[in-house]
């Protein structure tokens, strides 16, 4: 996403293991420089890569870059 040390993103990542299985639940926010709007993705998938470059998709694809500030490069 090109953010910055001090650019209004979150992230989080919870592993969940049933067994042979274990899934990663990731979940990320944009917000506005003071905080009164955001952007909230969340999504669970057994690739943790994957998982996070999806969500971080999408959270562009919702317009976080424009939200935040953040540059297109």
Known sequence: MNGFCNAPLAGYCSTTRNGEVTTYTVRARAFTPNGDTAIDV???????????????????????????????D
């Open 42 to 72: 969340r999504l669970t998938g057994a690739d943790a890569m994957k998982t996070a470059l999806t969500v971080s998709d999408r959270l562009n694809r919702h317009g976080a870059r424009e939200l935040g500030g953040m540059s297109q």
